[in-house]
């Protein structure tokens, strides 16, 4: 038994802090538009998307031939990713309070279009999307990146 | 006949291995309210900023950044597909309480919950942030308690006015965002608000 519980309370620890983070706790988002095929991947586990799925930060977007997703993320930046693409939502931390926060993301391939939210006014410098190729700064804007390579 | 065919193959498989590439593209939108924003892009071969509507760049596999034309009809017609998927733009509402009341709302402010409830029925998945705010009389720290228990008040008026959304938040804001700016200590009841932010 106490074998058991040696390893019992290391783990309720650890869940406990989990559930303390300093930001804004759970979902970084959710998806409000989908149409064909759009998958997220979190902790190696693939799961079909729907409208209404929550993403978190370090999830995965996938979207199949004529497909797309259109993401609102809780400060309202608005992530649509197009046909074939790959987004990756390396971080996301929002403070609802102050609006201080980061956001940041990687087309791998295909297209996205951004339209930025609470966080890039805020604190503009801590928001930062980026292809294979370039990393883009943003200063409160609307734009589209496409992604012409492979996957890398 | 086998000594012809594993050249080719050598070849197709060389070809799929590097694929020419077509270039990275940036281009800045203009927001929907028509002011334009500013991309500062980074590539091998320095900086770009792009601060016109409909500024572009292409960016080839090494990083090298070079300036391409865009206008509204072109991106329109390669992005338009992409443009028409976004998710429909946040929207709010705004609710004020009576004078020297924390749980009766002014008697304008009571239509709202209606357009409310019409707007979470046109949306996909819509999530609720009550999002309370204070004016500058007393500190900080007050009046972030002070906002996030006006919040409480309306998202309990919410939930007993039968609004139902996939989620409903509670925020103080308190001194932070003044709806009209004033000096600290400035009694201000346009500041003394709740804001029902709806994406």
Excluded: C
């Excluded at chain 2, 594993?6 to 070849?11: C, D, G, H, N, Q």
């Excluded at chain 2, 008697?107 to 046109?122: D, F, I, R, T, Y």
């Excluded at chain 2, 308190?174 to 009694?187: K, N, Q, S, W």
Aim: proline residues 5%; without cysteine; neutral net charge.
């Amino acid at each position: 038994m106490w074998r058991l519980k040696s390893m019992i309370y290391p783990l309720i620890l650890s869940a406990s802090l989990l559930a303390s983070p300093i930001w804004a706790a759970g979902d970084a988002g959710m998806v409000k538009t989908l149409k064909g095929n759009v998958m997220i991947e979190r902790g190696g586990q693939r799961q079909n998307a729907s409208v209404g799925t929550p993403v978190q930060a370090a999830d995965r977007i996938v979207t199949g031939a004529d497909s797309s997703v259109g993401i609102t993320l809780q400060d309202n930046t608005r992530l649509t990713a197009g046909p074939n693409s790959t987004l990756d939502l390396n971080k996301f931390a929002f403070d609802t309070t102050t609006h201080a926060g980061t956001v940041d993301a990687s087309v791998k391939r295909g297209s996205l279009a951004v339209i930025s939210g609470k966080i890039a006014k805020a604190t503009p410098q801590n928001v930062r999307f980026a292809t294979n190729t370039v990393t883009l700064g943003v200063r409160g804007t609307s734009f589209i990146i496409e992604a012409g390579g492979e996957e890398k | 006949m086998d000594a012809l065919i594993v050249p080719a193959i050598a070849l197709a498989a060389y070809l799929f291995s590097q694929p020419v590439a077509s270039p990275d593209r940036i281009v800045l939108l203009p927001d929907a309210d028509g002011t334009i924003g500013a991309l500062v892009v980074t590539g091998a071969t320095g900086e770009q900023k792009l601060d016109r509507a409909y500024a572009a760049l292409a960016v080839d596999g090494q990083g090298k950044m070079q300036a391409v034309s865009e206008d509204a009809a072109s991106v329109q017609q390669r992005y338009g597909g992409l443009l028409g998927a976004q998710p429909p733009h946040p929207t709010s509402f705004t609710v004020y309480f009576a004078s020297g009341s924390s749980t009766s709302l002014t008697p304008e402010s009571q239509p709202v919950l209606e357009q409310l409830k019409s707007a979470l029925a046109q949306r996909p998945a819509p999530e609720i942030s009550v999002i309370g705010h204070t004016d500058r009389v007393g500190k900080l720290e007050a009046n972030d308690a002070l906002s996030m228990q006006r919040a409480a008040t309306v998202k309990e008026m919410l939930t007993a006015a039968g609004i139902r959304a996939v989620a409903l938040e509670v925020v103080g804001r308190g001194e932070r965002e003044p709806l009209v700016p004033t000096a600290d200590e400035v009694a201000e009841p346009r500041n003394r608000r709740v804001e029902i932010s709806v994406r």
